[in-house]
C-alpha cells in the first residue's frame, strides 16, 4: 500500500509546489547538463504495442468532468501528477478520439503538443524535466468521446447509453475520455469530480465524497485510494436506484441497479446483500479484501459483458437478476486481477484463470457441486486445445482458453500439491504481491518456493504447450 491519496486541496498544494520546485531544478541556471531524450511511445506489451507510454511514472488522475446528455458532449480537465524515470526531453500520453485539446500545461506553463497516430499526444515541456523529478501536467479538453468497436475484444471505453453513459475500459477504451498512460504496468490513485444535470446519478470506483447541486448541475466525487490500473477505472452516468450497505466487517458495500431495469422490488437489497455475502466468502479464502469499499453495478450498457471494474464491478444486463457464479468471478477478480495485475497482457490468465475458479469454489460452496466436477466436466467438454494458456495471442486474451484451461490449471495444481498448499497459495500470493504487478514466471516461482517441488514440468504442459492434458 503506497498510502491515501491526498484531498483535492492538498492535491492542487502539491501541484504549486512541484512546479516551483521542478523549475528551479530544470532551467537555464541548473548545476549539471543532463542528456534529455524523448520517452518511448509504447510500454513494451507486444500484444498492444501502441499503448502505455515510457519515462514516467504516474501516481495520481485527478478528473474534473462535465457530461451534457443533450450533446453528450464532454467539457473535461485531467490533471497528471508523474515522476520522470529519465531526463526527458518530451513524453507521450495516450488520448484517443475527436476531443479536442483546449490548454495544456506542465507545471503550470504551456507546453507544446500534437498528435499522431490513433493516440499518442506528445507533449514537449518548456524546460526538460529531470530523472526523479516529480511534475505536473493539466489538459483541457471537449467534445463527444467515441467508444472503440474492436472486431476482436468488443466494445471498450465511453459507451453512451439511453439515459447516459457509462465507461468500461478494458482493455483499450480508458483514452476515449482522459488523457492516460494506458498500461497496467503503471498504476495510479485517482480522484474523479463529474458534473451533470440534476436527476441524474454518476458511479464511480472507490468511495464517495460529498455531493453538490448548483444551478440545476449536481456534482459527484469519488476517490480511488488504492492503485488502479486504468483499464480498471470506470465512470457510470444514468439513472440508477442506489443501495447502501456494509460487507466484510464494515465495509462499505455501494450497489446499484438502472431504474430500467430495476422492476422487481426488492432486487436492490438483494443485489446488496449477495455481494456482502460473496465478499465475506472469498476473504475467507484469498484473505483480507485488499480495497476501501465495495459493492456493484447492474445496467442495460449493451456491450454484452461484466467487468471487473475496481472495487465496483459492471455487470451489463437487460433485467435486475443476480448471478451469484457472476459475482463470484468478477468480485474474485478483485484479489486477482485488480490488486494483482498482470505485467503484460499475455499473463491474463493470472485475472480470468483465477475469477473462473473462483466461480467453480462458489458452485462447490454454495450449490454443492464439487469442484473437480466441475473440473471434470469441463476437460471433458473443451472441444479447442490449441494456443497458449500463457500467451493466447492478442486478439484471444477473453477466449475460454484463457478462463476455462486457467481455472483447470489451477485444479490440476491443487491435484498435484495438495489442498492445504494450494489454499495457502491462494491466500499468500495476493498478500504479498497487493497492488503490484505480477506474471506466470513469479507465480511459478512463488508456488516453487511455498511448496519446495519443481513444477517445471507441470506448468510447461498446461500453461505454455498447446494440446490437451494427459491426467
Not at 520517452?39 to 513494451?44: D, F, H, M, T
Not at 490449471?409 to 489442498?419: F, V
Amino acid at each position: 500500500m503506497r498510502g491515501a491519496n491526498p484531498s483535492r486541496g492538498r492535491l492542487l498544494a502539491v501541484s504549486v509546489v512541484l512546479s516551483a520546485g521542478l523549475l528551479a531544478a530544470t532551467g537555464p541556471a541548473a548545476e549539471a547538463a543532463p542528456r534529455f531524450s524523448p520517452g518511448a511511445p509504447g510500454a513494451g506489451d507486444p500484444y498492444f504495442p501502441d499503448m502505455g507510454n515510457g519515462g514516467y511514472d504516474v501516481g495520481h488522475y485527478d478528473i474534473r468532468l462535465a457530461y451534457r446528455p443533450a450533446t453528450q458532449a464532454i467539457d473535461a480537465t485531467t490533471t497528471i501528477l508523474a515522476t520522470a524515470t529519465q531526463d526527458l526531453s518530451r513524453f507521450d500520453l495516450d488520448f484517443q478520439g475527436p476531443l479536442t485539446i483546449s490548454r495544456l500545461t506542465v507545471n503550470g506553463l504551456n507546453a507544446t503538443y500534437t498528435r499522431s497516430g490513433a493516440q499518442e499526444l506528445v507533449i514537449t515541456p518548456p524546460y526538460g524535466l529531470r530523472k526523479g523529478s516529480p511534475f505536473v501536467v493539466s489538459v483541457s479538453y471537449a467534445g463527444v468521446p467515441q467508444k472503440i468497436d474492436d472486431p476482436a475484444l468488443g466494445l471498450s471505453g465511453w459507451v453512451t447509453t439511453k439515459d447516459g453513459a457509462v465507461a468500461l475500459n478494458q482493455p483499450i477504451g480508458a483514452a476515449t475520455y482522459y488523457p492516460v498512460n494506458d498500461t497496467p504496468d503503471d498504476k495510479a490513485t485517482y480522484t474523479q469530480t463529474i458534473t451533470v444535470p440534476a436527476g441524474l446519478t454518476v458511479l464511480a470506483n472507490g468511495e464517495p465524497g460529498p455531493t453538490t447541486t448548483r444551478d440545476h448541475q449536481t456534482t459527484f466525487r469519488w476517490s480511488m485510494n488504492r492503485p488502479m490500473a486504468s483499464e480498471l477505472s470506470m465512470l457510470a452516468i444514468g439513472n440508477y436506484d442506489v443501495t447502501h450497505g456494509t460487507a466484510a466487517g464494515g465495509l462499505p458495500n455501494i450497489t446499484a441497479i438502472g431504474k430500467s431495469i430495476d422492476t422487481k422490488p426488492g432486487q436492490g437489497k438483494v443485489f446488496n446483500q449477495t455481494t456482502a455475502q460473496v465478499i465475506q466468502w472469498e476473504s475467507s479464502v484469498y484473505g483480507p479484501y485488499p480495497f476501501d469499499s465495495t459493492g456493484g453495478i447492474i445496467a442495460d450498457v449493451g456491450v454484452h459483458y461484466a467487468l471487473e471494474t475496481q472495487s465496483r464491478p459492471v455487470y451489463d444486463q437487460r433485467t435486475s437478476d443476480v448471478d451469484g457464479d457472476l459475482l463470484a468471478h468478477e468480485l474474485g477478480h478483485q484479489w486477482f486481477g485488480d490488486s494483482l495485475t498482470p505485467v503484460r497482457w499475455s499473463d491474463i490468465w493470472l485475472n480470468e484463470g483465477f475469477a473462473t475458479y473462483s466461480e467453480w469454489l462458489y458452485q462447490e460452496k454454495f450449490n454443492g457441486i464439487p469442484v473437480q466436477q466441475t473440473f471434470a466436466d469441463t476437460y471433458a467438454g473443451e472441444e479447442d486445445w490449441s494456443g497458449k494458456v500463457a500467451d493466447p495471442g492478442r486478439d484471444h486474451i477473453f477466449d475460454d482458453l484463457v478462463y476455462n484451461r486457467g481455472a483447470m490449471t489451477l485444479q490440476a495444481l491443487r491435484l498435484k500439491i495438495g489442498d492445504r498448499a494450494f489454499f495457502r497459495v491462494l491466500t499468500q500470493w495476493p498478500s504479498t504481491h497487493r497492488y503490484g504487478n505480477v506474471s506466470t514466471q513469479e507465480f511459478i516461482r512463488f508456488v516453487e518456493q511455498q511448496t519446495g517441488r519443481d513444477l517445471g514440468s507441470f506448468f510447461r504442459t498446461w500453461l505454455y504447450q498447446p494440446g490437451k492434458p494427459t491426467l
